[in-house]
């Protein structure tokens, strides 16, 4: 039962992460990828990609299908 509110918890403060640092810099289809996907980790328990001990936002995105909507445009 413990771990079921520690979940959901920590599902809010994904949610909230995502609203606040994510929204503001990409489109809502990109948002409405990454959010499930970040929040699945927790559901699953599970690590976010990491490389060099930093998560990895190219493999994330890769797993979100939306690698070409990060990319920079020149």
């Not at 289809?29 to 990491?50: A, D, G, M, Q």
């Not at 998560?55 to 994330?60: C, E, G, H, Q």
Request: net charge positive; with cysteine; charged share 20%.
């Amino acid at each position: 039962m413990t771990n079921d509110i520690s979940s959901r918890h920590f599902q809010r403060k994904i949610s909230k992460f995502c609203e606040l640092r994510i929204a503001p810099i990409v489109s809502r289809r990109v948002l409405e990828n990454i959010r499930p996907f970040l929040l699945s980790l927790t559901i699953y328990r599970k690590s976010p990609p990491l490389l060099n001990g930093h998560i990895d936002w190219t493999a994330i995105s890769q797993a979100c299908g939306i690698e070409a909507d990060l990319t920079p445009q020149n």
